[in-house]
T-cell receptor
Framework: AQKVTQAQTEISVVEKEDVTLDCVYETRDTTYYLFWYKQPPSGELVFLIRRNSFDEQNEISGRYSWNFQKSTSSFNFTITASQVVDSAVYFC?????????????????FGQGTILTVHP | DGGITQSPKYLFRKEGQNVTLSCEQNLNHDAMYWYRQDPGQGLRLIYYSQIVNDFQKGDIAEGYSVSREKKESFPLTVTSAQKNPTAFYLCASSLTPGWSEKLFFGSGTQLSVL
């Protein structure tokens, strides 16, 4: 069964600090996708990144970077020079094809989320 | 601006009452989803629809019902059979039903029991 673990329930930092949010996943599939979503206080989840299992290149987007390591089944997210606007709940998610049922939707599993608070 | 609109933002349910949560999208997306979020937990899938007039149960469909009569709309009814309905409900959509698709979310409805 697939599983996503975000061991850090809450993280609190002061503005301009770097912070890393951990994500560890379990899957038997060799083909899968990993996602990160941000949920600000307004409630809606906002897509941040999608990575497929065959692309282990790390990615940087402005102050955000992602480290994908298949050897440790981890897909960690780092925010450099954090800002107050980064305060949110961050979710890691794993998506696999539905091999048994044959549907096109597949199976998407979310982690429990990490609450990040950035203090001024 | 394109997006997903959920209403109401807050909803209260009395014992034995059915309530309906609205979800409308103008993104022209084929697929729509309903998720339930409980404090300290990830999102759990209630129902999804890949196309108009078709929908499938997710992981926690008991006590819920949906319809998809129009591409833009995917209302969720929380029935009296749902014994623990207090939660934050999120509607989402994706361009196609594919499992690799990114999701677009509405701003949610907080449902509480009176």
């Amino acid at each position: 069964a697939q599983k996503v673990t975000q061991a850090q329930t809450e993280i609190s930092v002061v503005e301009k600090e770097d912070v890393t949010l951990d994500c560890v996943y379990e899957t038997r599939d060799t083909t899968y996708y990993l996602f990160w979503y941000k949920q600000p206080p307004s409630g809606e989840l906002v897509f941040l990144i999608r990575r497929n299992s065959f692309d282990e290149q790390n990615e940087i987007s402005g102050r955000y970077s992602w480290n994908f390591q298949k050897s440790t089944s981890s897909f960690n997210f780092t925010i450099t020079a954090s800002q107050v606007v980064d305060s949110a709940v961050y979710f890691c998610a794993l998506s696999e094809p539905d091999n048994a049922g044959g549907t096109s939707y597949g199976k998407l599993t979310f982690g429990q989320g990490t609450i990040l608070t950035v203090h001024p | 601006d394109g997006g997903i609109t959920q209403s109401p933002k807050y909803l209260f349910r009395k014992e034995g009452q059915n309530v309906t949560l609205s979800c409308e999208q103008n993104l022209n997306h084929d697929a729509m989803y309903w998720y339930r979020q409980d404090p300290g937990q990830g999102l759990r899938l209630i129902y999804y629809s890949q196309i108009v007039n078709d929908f499938q149960k997710g992981d926690i469909a008991e006590g819920y019902s949906v319809s998809r009569e129009k591409k833009e709309s995917f209302p969720l009814t929380v029935t009296s059979a749902q014994k623990n309905p207090t939660a934050f409900y999120l509607c989402a959509s994706s361009l196609t039903p594919g499992w690799s698709e990114k999701l677009f979310f509405g701003s949610g409805t907080q449902l509480s029991v009176l």
